[in-house]
């Protein structure tokens, strides 16, 4: 055995398949996990509501890292655990800088997403993250903001990732989330914060920690991990931070790694 006491896995690229769904294997090894006293803790820049229904399975010691690491949930009891919210003057200092790059920006709290504009790239988010949008004007009619977003083309995105963290510094966590989706969060949110808090709560320690990733986004995960397993579509600065290969997320490159690295 390991000595792994919780595992960290990214959805989009990794737990879920080109068709964003789970494999039968793949919910039978969290499953099996969960049931042997294995943390497990799903991080993504999709929300509760669309982790849940993406992956059909509430027990004991699942948690989400949820929207981009703004907070930790815990399914089985139905609450947050942990949250970070955007500052009010952050959040529209960072919409204002958003909007620079003449593409859809979003405001968001828990489930609920406000968009400041309507065009087939809004219609295409909506689908394959499960969200539904009001429109904003101002982000200050908002009620509260975890997170400001930028939809765009990647080229488009790895431009304003670049300078947005030129511009806030250590102001604001800047996550390159997808390649279709930028997230501005609280200095304190971020899949890493998040997973640190949660390993606290917990008392695990990184070298108890396993994380499985592909993209950019996933590389605070693999810092607060000693196992650090890349998927095989994963892009090139997962592929060299990783301590252990898998398949792709569609020949089941989850199932496989946790069948080698917490074995039954």
Request: with cysteine; charged share 20%; glycine share 6%.
């Amino acid at each position: 055995m390991t000595g792994i006491r919780l595992v960290t896995i990214d959805l989009d690229g990794t737990l879920l398949d080109s068709r964003q769904q789970v494999s039968a294997r793949s919910l039978a090894a969290l499953q099996r996990l969960l049931d042997a006293g294995v943390i497990v803790a799903l991080a993504t820049a999709r929300d509760r509501a669309s982790i849940a229904g993406r992956v059909p399975l509430v027990m004991r010691g699942l948690y989400y890292i949820a929207s981009g690491g703004a907070m930790v949930y815990e399914p089985a009891v139905g609450a947050i655990s942990w949250a970070e919210m955007l500052p009010p003057g952050l959040a529209a200092e960072a919409v204002a800088f958003l909007r620079r790059y003449d593409e859809p920006v979003f405001v968001n709290a828990d489930c609920d997403y406000w968009v400041d504009r309507d065009d087939d790239r809004v219609a295409m988010i909506e689908r394959r993250y499960d969200l539904q949008t009001r429109p904003f004007d101002r982000v200050e009619d908002v009620p509260a903001v975890m997170r400001a977003s930028l939809a765009a083309p990647r080229l488009v995105l790895e431009q304003a990732a670049r300078e947005a963290i030129v511009a806030f510094g250590d102001r604001a966590s800047v996550s390159l989330a997808s390649p279709d989706w930028l997230d501005v969060l609280s200095p304190e949110a971020g899949k890493g914060p998040a997973l640190a808090w949660l390993q606290a709560q917990a008392g695990v320690s990184p070298d108890q920690t396993l994380a499985i990733g592909d993209y950019d986004s996933d590389l605070p995960l693999f810092a607060a991990a000693g196992y650090r397993v890349a998927m095989a579509n994963g892009v090139a600065a997962i592929q060299a931070a990783a301590t252990h290969h898998t398949a792709s997320n569609d020949d089941e490159g989850v199932a496989m790694a946790l069948d080698m690295l917490v074995p039954a």
